[in-house]
């Protein structure tokens, strides 16, 4: 069974730049979400993707944008990056929205200058 | 809004037990506990449903006290393995998967 992976492992870019992060969903899972960490917080939910599908939202601007592809791959678009969006991106898997255990990748580290 | 966890930050002997507790302001469906080291993934710890179903795994116990939205996770014996920060992650709804975690509490096992 092949675990959550996130490429890239780390990302700089500049402040205005645009990012693309990318996470490969568990074998058998449908439903990926995204959290942003930053430095000695808990992670916050940006949004979930479900069968390709937005299915719910945290409070996050609509520069921060996503895309589930038919193998429930996922990818987190970042616009016109700023230095606050500076952070650890993870992704997790599971086996449907109201399921309940949640797999997550080791993350992207992006630091924007 | 974030669950409030506590202590933040703890120092225990290999061997010694510890409590952490999550509060919440909101009614909760669900608590989850992940445990995070350092420039790791959180890995899941266990589940607790409101109405008193649990999942995780065997080594770790937790309660959910629904009528106060609190929840702790008890970490007996504790090996150095155990070291990392938990979180605890909130859901007020059925869809689990959208948490709301919480600051963390840092465990150290020391020798």
């Known amino acids: 069974e092949t675990g959550v992976t996130q490429s890239p492992t780390h990302l700089i870019k500049t402040r205005g730049q645009q990012v693309t992060l990318r996470c490969s969903s568990q074998s058998g899972h449908n439903t990926v979400s995204w959290y942003q960490q930053a430095l000695g917080q808990g992670p916050q939910f940006i949004f979930q993707y479900y069968r390709e599908e937005e299915n719910g939202r945290g409070n996050f601007p609509p520069r921060f944008s996503g895309l589930q592809f038919p193998n429930y791959s996922s990818e987190l678009n970042v616009n016109a990056l700023e230095l606050d969006d500076s952070a650890l991106y993870l992704c997790a898997s599971s086996s449907g929205p109201e399921y309940y255990e949640q797999y997550f990748g080791p993350g992207t580290r992006l630091t924007v200058t | 809004q974030q669950p409030v966890q506590s202590p933040q930050a703890v120092i225990l002997r290999e061997g010694e037990d510890a409590v952490i507790n999550c509060s919440s302001s909101?009614?909760?469906?669900?608590v989850h506990w992940y445990r995070q080291k350092h420039g790791e993934a959180p890995v899941f710890l266990m589940i607790?449903?409101?109405?008193?179903e649990q999942k995780g795994h065997e080594k770790i116990s937790a309660s959910f006290n629904e009528k106060k939205q609190q929840s702790s996770l008890y970490l007996t014996a504790s090996q150095l393995s155990y070291s990392g920060t938990y979180f605890c992650g909130t859901s007020t709804t059925g869809t689990a998967s959208k948490l709301t975690f919480g600051t963390g509490t840092r465990l150290q096992v020391t020798l």
């Open positions: 909101k009614a909760l469906y669900s």
């Open positions: 607790l449903l409101k109405g008193g």
